[in-house]
């Protein structure tokens, strides 16, 4: 089955630098890619969803690339602040119809922001 | 206001018992999830529910039995509680069961088993 490593499992940054989360992935079937962000104690919520290949995304402080030839999905914060500390996780979904939203997680990274 | 309820927040058990996470979602959403979140694994899928019926199981045990009363709830029934089922269970829900709809997630059950 699809298998979903992320990197780096830990990451610190000073205010302003930029965080560079990757994760790789297995199946070439994976269809969907989403970003999700967890703040201690809280649910996850989605930052972005993708399915493009070699598209960048650009959201709110972050853009999304993903490059489905290498089979990887990348987060970068730019700019990043002390709110932006929190765990982060790729997902991955197949474009298999009785399968959907059986999302494969990475195993995250866990960001800190230090003023 | 949170649109996913998980009760309760926090659960400790003794080895052998038997426990029952609730989750009840008030997004309208026609799909439901459960997912599990401990500190040795990756969020790993177990459940999903397409109005009311069970559509994918990846959970190796049958001491895990989910249990859909309503169209909106999805518990999770929990037996013969083992300390490796010591996780967080997130409780998550979509508009219908396809690959590109994103979850929304629930604040999660932290269970402890002693």
């Known amino acids: 089955g699809e298998q979903v490593e992320q990197r780096p499992p830990h990451l610190s940054v000073r205010e302003g630098d930029s965080a560079f989360i990757t994760c790789t992935y297995t199946?070439?079937?994976?269809?969907?890619f989403f970003w999700y962000k967890q703040e201690p104690g809280a649910s996850l919520q989605l930052l972005m969803k993708?399915?493009?290949?070699?598209e960048i995304n650009e959201g709110q402080g972050f853009t999304v690339l993903l490059n489905k030839k290498d089979k990887r999905l990348s987060l970068n914060l730019t700019a990043a602040h002390p709110g932006d500390s929190a765990a982060y996780f790729c997902?991955?979904?197949?474009?298999?119809?009785?399968?959907?939203?059986?999302?494969?997680f990475g195993t995250g990274t866990l960001l800190s922001v230090k003023p | 206001d949170p649109k996913i309820i998980q009760k309760p927040k926090y659960l400790v058990a003794v080895t052998g018992s038997e426990k029952i996470l609730i989750c009840e979602q008030y997004?309208?959403?026609?799909?439901m999830y459960w997912y599990r979140q401990s500190a040795k694994k990756p969020l790993e899928f177990m459940f999903s529910y397409s109005y009311q019926k069970l559509m994918d199981n990846q959970t190796a045990s049958s001491r895990f039995q989910p249990q859909s009363s309503k169209k909106n709830h999805l518990d999770l029934q929990i037996t013969a509680l083992k300390p490796d089922d010591s996780a967080t269970y997130f409780c998550?829900?979509?508009?219908?069961?396809?690959?590109?709809?994103?979850?929304?997630f629930g604040h999660g059950t932290k269970l402890s088993v002693l």
């Open positions: 998550a829900s979509s508009p219908r069961k396809i690959s590109n709809e994103r979850l929304f």
């Open positions: 199946d070439p079937n994976s269809y969907y």
């Open positions: 993708v399915f493009s290949s070699t």
């Open positions: 997902a991955v979904s197949q474009n298999y119809g009785g399968s959907g939203n059986k999302l494969i």
């Open positions: 997004l309208g959403h026609n799909a």
